[in-house]
């Protein structure tokens, strides 16, 4: 082994290098074999040029440097890594991928130092993103934090401030409580902490965790039967009924040795939920959600020349509701609008929206949830051009929850607007952009999204995109010079807005932006080319001046040719002083990028000198990035492409790497145009390149959508798609939305139409149907066998007859109470409530009825009348119920929390000896089916014991939040 340590010093790579030095380190100690080997480690690890490996393999030597009986050199060690990661810091841009493994290493060894350094990132996301990789690899090694409370882990959480990033930590976060610093008054901040995750999902699953380590406890510190009504209304409000299900059986599996009867509890509700949502919890949801995409594009090519009716936009809208997601939904629908607000029938399109997606969003409890911001994702584009109001409104309560996610919303209604297609659709323009149904009012519409915009790299993605669409309308005389100058103001205007406060300190974007405004129009920006090239030389980060040069030589005139030849390779040497492999290879993927626009032979050396780069590189985490060149060799032609191969014929690996790059290219290319042009092949058909074919079909599209690539009449479906074969259904799903496209580019005219699309709509129609009709029969089976009735319970199902059974079955209970009094536990109480109610009493006047509602059932029914509530009544009782006196009614509300949330989980009605329980509120009944039980004494014991405090006062606080409560009597 020690024969081949030279060997592995040279080839690398060398963190595992530095690992197997101190291997034998440690087995020398234990065998007292003195050597010198672990200084002759540092030394080399001090003088290596990739100051990131370096710092990485110093941390991964601190880690062992007790075992090695070397704490002499322990402080030198720590003084070498401080410097080396300033060093970095100042050089370099990329800083979560150059410090990744040095933070985790770190992490270990001293967690204080390794906060102090992702403390010192250049933006707020990586230094979330480091806190999480300190956090994770602190619970991921058991790792108990000296002389920090439960409290201060908490606060180290905070820290992470992007909640994509926290996801990642909060399950094994619930894991590491139990493990560390389980107690009771840690448990009310576990508590806190878990009630703040706004993924129901994740929340479930960290649920799940507390009830198992909970199970397996003996301190006695959760409640929990709290616990699972916790998890009951978290899994409730989990988006996809597939996620719900995967959810219940989580629970089952996790808790099944520890307490089986809630175990199988959790099992039948699974199995309940999946029976009762066969179709939204099987393949057909995922066929019924291609079908009915496939549907809606066909629905947008007949529109252009109005070949559909009210018929098909209603079966469409109704049968999306068949998709057991709100997600799912969201998109579908905002689909659908799109099909119409790009063909111009914008009353249609607000119909939808009005109808469908507005009422989508707003029927989410909690708008502070990631469903609810993943829903807004897909349906704010559309929405911004409805109403603006209602999508600012919407854009706020997303943007404080997941920026990020709101930066993409804003992304994607600018490319909304300049791409030609229904939205989320592929889209490959050519390189001159290309925007032919475009005009100024559109344009002018989205430049508000600048102004919304808290992204520096968004601002300036977006501010690009809209000025080459203001050069294209300007190539095709579509604006004016008086507009022209309005658009460019409202970028400039943002010029006040850099540096960003989470963003990067220097003011390198606001460089970036100037330079791509003088791109636009010299005069527009009055800084001159050397004045914009000295800014970026002004740039202390080695990383970003090289960036920003290379951006500034790409985006000056033509007729500088020289100087931005000079500026690129001036940018090389800035890569070159960079002290990480891996952000010279980032950087040097943009240099040839840009440089390859601006003469090839120019990037041919730079993308030489990156391949060498690539050869002898020894950081395992550049991988991506050397796979990224080896597959841009496809780009030049071959007979550069070959010569390559001459650069590493002492390397077998790094040839056949080139040499499969231009195979692939080649591969690519014949199939394509095979695909095409439907050619017959001698070996293997066409239909036999699953995977290919459809990406080949995707990216078709994406031609056909921006008009960038010819079609004939040469494609045969039959070549694609044969008998036999077992085909995907996303396979299906890309090959025919490509085939619908391309039947309506290829064959113009309403005839075409009506002989080529109409028909597949028809038959996706009638194959959604059939699906829905199946599953009716289903559902009506399962219906017919759960309509059961005795004394104790009732299970009714959702019609009109199952309502009928439920108001005879509560007359009958309350009769045999022999009271007259009786209280109603329902968070949904309404005006329709009240006609369960009055047939429970039989609409007798003398009965003391008490309602105990949420502060927005409370508010809804003193809304929806007259001034007071008393009045409202009256006139509802007399109208709808029986001429007379009515019943005394008192009304309570109850609320805790930031949210409004109401205390009681489930639905109780009672007198004074007894109690039923619902399984769903009054104005649910004939909707779905819900079970109607009559409680035990003893269950009816336990359930007052728990709802009276909140109710009579007594209970101040719910879940470490006040109680408040409201009153109201009739």
């Known amino acids: 082994m020690l024969s081949h340590l030279d060997t592995l010093k040279e080839k690398g790579p060398t963190l595992e290098y530095t690992k197997l030095v101190i291997n034998i380190g440690i087995y020398e100690i234990n065998k007292s074999i003195c050597t010198d080997r672990i200084s002759e480690l540092y030394s080399y690890l001090s003088n290596i040029s990739d100051k990131s490996i370096a710092l990485t393999s110093l941390c991964i030597l601190s880690l062992s440097i007790k075992k090695l009986n070397r704490i002499d050199i322990e402080n030198e060690i720590n003084s070498s890594k401080v410097e080396l990661f300033d060093s970095l810091l100042s050089t370099d841009a990329f800083h979560v991928d150059i410090f990744r493994e040095a933070i985790e290493n770190e992490s270990i060894y001293d967690i204080t130092n390794a906060i102090k350094w992702s403390e010192k990132l250049n933006t707020q996301d990586r230094r979330s993103k480091a806190m999480s990789i300190i956090l994770q690899t602190t619970i991921s090694h058991d790792l108990e934090l000296e002389n920090h409370s439960f409290n201060d882990v908490v606060c180290l959480l905070r820290k992470v401030k992007n909640e994509r990033f926290r996801e990642d930590i909060y399950e094994p976060f619930v894991d590491y409580y139990f493990k560390k610093y389980e107690s009771k008054g840690n448990y009310k901040k576990l508590n806190r902490v878990l009630n703040k995750i706004k993924s129901n999902y994740v929340k479930s699953k960290c649920l799940i965790r507390v009830l198992l380590n909970a199970n397996n406890s003996e301190k006695n510190v959760v409640d929990i039967s709290v616990v699972k009504e916790q998890l009951e209304k978290s899994i409730s409000a989990t988006d996809g009924f597939e996620n719900k299900v995967e959810l219940y059986f989580s629970a089952h599996k996790s808790l099944y040795n520890n307490d089986i009867k809630a175990a199988k509890g959790f099992k039948e509700k699974a199995l309940q939920l999946k029976a009762e949502n066969y179709v939204k919890v099987s393949d057909f949801a995922v066929y019924t959600k291609a079908s009915i995409d496939l549907a809606i594009r066909c629905i947008y090519e007949l529109n252009k020349l109005n070949l559909i009716n009210n018929d098909d936009i209603e079966f469409l809208a109704s049968k999306i509701n068949l998709l057991g997601s709100e997600i799912e939904k969201s998109y579908c629908l905002a689909r659908l609008v799109s099909c119409f607000q790009k063909n111009k029938n914008i009353d249609q399109a607000d119909k939808i929206i009005e109808k469908y997606l507005l009422p989508l969003l707003d029927s989410f409890d909690e708008k502070d949830s990631k469903e609810f911001a993943m829903c807004c994702y897909h349906c704010l584009p559309v929405i911004y051009f409805f109403q603006y109001d209602s999508f600012e409104n919407y854009l706020g309560g997303v943007y404080d929850l997941y920026n990020d996610i709101s930066e993409s919303i804003l992304v994607r209604i600018v490319d909304y607007t300049l791409n030609d297609c229904l939205i989320y659709d592929p889209y490959n323009p050519l390189k001159k952009s290309n925007f032919p149904n475009l005009n100024y009012k559109s344009l002018k519409s989205i430049c508000k999204v600048l102004d919304l915009s808290h992204n520096e790299n968004s601002l300036i993605v977006i501010s690009k995109k809209i000025l080459d669409a203001v050069r294209f309308l300007k190539r095709k005389s579509k604006i004016s010079k008086v ?227 010819h079609f004939n009449k040469a494609f045969d479906l039959n070549k694609v798609i044969t008998n036999g074969q077992d085909y995907s259904i996303e396979y299906y799903y890309r090959v025919f939305s490509f085939y619908i496209h391309y039947l309506a580019e290829v064959y113009n005219g309403e005839d075409n139409l009506r002989q080529n699309i109409r028909p597949i709509l028809d038959t996706l129609k009638s194959n959604i149907l059939t699906i829905s009709k199946l599953f009716a029969l289903e559902e009506k089976a399962q219906l017919d066998t759960v309509e059961e009735k005795n004394d104790d319970y009732i299970v009714v199902s959702a019609s009109n007859e199952g309502v009928n059974k439920a108001k005879e079955f509560l007359q009958d209970w309350f009769l045999s109470t022999k009271s007259n009094k009786v209280t109603i536990i329902d968070p949904y109480f309404d005006y329709e409530s009240i006609e369960i109610l009055a047939a429970m009493i039989n609409r007798d006047p003398d009965i003391d009825v008490s309602i105990v509602t949420s502060i927005d059932s409370f508010k809804r029914l003193k809304s929806e009348g007259d001034e007071f509530l008393a009045d409202t009544f009256k006139k509802y009782w007399s109208n709808n119920i029986a001429s007379g006196e009515l019943p005394s009614f008192s009304f309570q509300s109850l609320r805790y929390g930031p949210k409004h949330e109401f205390p009681i989980h489930d639905r109780f009605i009672y007198t004074e000896n007894c109690m039923l329980s619902s399984g769903g509120s009054l104005n649910g009944y004939g909707r779905k089916v819900i079970q109607i039980s009559k409680l035990s004494l003893n269950e009816m014991r336990a359930t007052l014991e728990q709802v009276t405090p909140l109710i009579n006062g007594e209970q101040k606080y719910f879940n470490q939040q006040k109680l408040y409560r409201s009153h109201d009597e009739v």
Request: glycine share 2%; charged share 30%.
């Open 483 to 709: 507009q022209i100058d309005e658009i460019l103001s409202q970028i400039r205007n943002n010029y006040d807005r850099f540096p960003f406060s989470d963003g990067i300190s220097h003011l390198g974007y606001l460089v970036l932006l100037k330079a791509i405004v003088k791109n636009f129009d010299d005069k527009a920006e009055p800084s001159s080319w050397d004045d914009l090239t000295n800014g970026a030389r002004a740039i202390s980060n080695i990383s970003d001046r090289a960036f920003l040069l290379c951006e500034i030589a790409s985006l000056m005139p033509e007729r500088s040719s020289h100087i931005k030849k000079s500026l690129f390779t001036e940018s090389e040497s800035s890569i070159k002083q960079l002290s990480s492999e891996l952000e010279k290879l980032n950087r040097y993927s943009v240099l040839c990028e840009n440089s390859f626009e601006f003469n090839q032979k120019t990037a041919q050396k730079f993308y030489k000198t990156a391949l060498e780069l690539c050869a002898k590189g020894s950081n395992s985490n550049s991988k991506e990035a050397r796979l990224k060149f080896i597959d841009m060799v496809s780009r030049f032609d071959e007979t550069f492409s070959s010569s390559l191969v001459t650069m590493f014929d002492d390397d077998p690996a790094r040839v056949k790497s080139i040499d499969d790059a231009i195979s692939r290219k080649k591969e690519r290319q014949e199939l394509e145009n095979k695909f095409k042009k439907s050619a017959d092949e001698s070996e293997e058909s066409l239909a036999n390149e699953n995977r290919k074919i459809a990406r080949i079909a995707w990216d078709s599209l994406g031609n056909i959508n921006a008009k960038s690539s």
